[in-house]
């Protein structure tokens, strides 16, 4: 029975380690310590740039660090959880709150955020690579909506009753955050996966021709910009024409660049008081240009992920028709070669 007992003691005492060991590994691993040194100095060079960014209400067009932390999360899963964390909290102390309490409760909400939008796409598009396909492009643009919304009130209810945040700006507040962060993940996360995704599978490099008409279309992209946001006259979304270019001629990487592009130049032209969304009060401005980027980003994913489908389906097409074309060839010599025989 002392033994027994002894042997169940030292069971448990085991499992406790293994369970401590694999803890800290999850926690404390080289793809955490690797993320932790990137985030950290990326969140705060992302959040000084929006900053510069921001409209005179102090609402910020895009937040750049949510789409990069989603994307974070969608390539290494929720083992990353920790740096984002940390890389939140130094930047919300050190540029935007100075109070521990704020700062600690306004990292949770926007960790919590990132990882619940990060396992809705796993769970529903279960793919970490959604944009080469209609289906889980539009999956994965719907499964955004859900927790900018909740963590977006949650945000702003905290800095209410902390005092920094008057409530009745409540729906300004929320509505700029929530816009800002839904950008973010509308414009960035597609562009970073689908830059990492062309290296991964070794489809970066462009040829010379390519390369050209890219710099091409880029050159049209900021032209027409220009001609556009000169006025006053509400014409920017002839914008869609280079960006459906590049959707039809080239990969996702390269519409999402365009795309991210074009939503940099159409902030800072409304900023500087170009452009049709200018001529209006600031929070219409910015919710007349933050649904202009959605709408352009969002129709260049869906054409280029349309785009890609078809491709991938010619391309299987086309092995098919190889290899029965083969599997005839041989069938065919066999044949032959027993006709002889017989002969």
């Known amino acids: 029975m002392i033994a027994k007992t002894t042997i169940t003691e030292t069971t448990q005492v085991k499992m406790q380690l293994a369970l401590k060991k694999q803890f800290q590994q999850w926690l404390f691993n080289r793809t955490s310590i690797i993320s932790l040194i990137v985030l950290v ?31 974070a999360l969608m390539l290494f899963g929720p083992k990353v959880w920790l740096p984002i964390f940390i890389s939140d909290w130094i930047v919300c102390q050190t540029l935007f709150y100075h ?7 306004i990292s949770i909400i926007d960790t919590a955020e990132v990882i619940g939008a990060s396992l809705l796409m796993l769970h529903f598009v279960k793919r970490s690579y959604p944009f080469d396909r209609i289906a ?5 643009l719907l499964r955004l909506i859900p927790m900018p919304l909740v963590s977006s009130g949650l945000a702003v209810a905290v800095l209410s009753l902390l005092g920094i945040s008057e409530w009745s700006d409540f729906w300004p507040v929320y509505r700029g955050w929530l816009c ?33 008409e890219f710099l091409i279309v880029l050159v049209l992209l900021f032209v027409i910009g220009l001609v556009t946001f000169a006025g006053t006259a509400p014409i920017e979304y002839v914008l869609i024409f280079p960006l459906i270019w590049s959707a039809i001629r080239f990969g996702p990487r390269e519409s999402t660049f365009l795309a991210l592009a074009m939503s940099v130049f159409s902030i800072y032209q409304t900023l500087h008081g170009h452009g049709s969304f200018a001529q209006s009060e600031t929070a219409a401005a910015a919710v007349l240009l933050q649904s202009f980027i959605a709408a352009m980003t969002i129709a260049t ?16 097409l086309r092995e098919i028709n190889e290899d029965l074309e083969h599997r005839v060839e041989r069938r065919t010599e066999e044949l032959t070669q027993i006709s002889h025989h017989s002969q």
């Open 41 to 71: 100095p990326t969140h705060l060079c992302l959040a000084k740039t929006s900053g510069l960014f921001s409209f005179a209400d102090g609402s910020s067009a895009i937040w750049p660090s949510s789409g990069v932390f989603l994307a």
């Open 99 to 105: 109070a521990l309490p704020t700062s600690l409760l």
């Open 180 to 212: 800002g962060v839904l950008a973010g993940e509308v414009v960035i996360t597609p562009f970073l996966l689908s830059t990492w995704y062309s290296f991964k599978s070794r489809r970066w490099r462009l040829t010379d021709i390519q390369l050209i």
């Open 136 to 140: 889980s492009t539009l999956k994965y």
């Open 301 to 316: 994913l869906v054409l280029s992920a349309a785009i890609q489908e078809n491709r991938q389906a010619n391309g299987n």
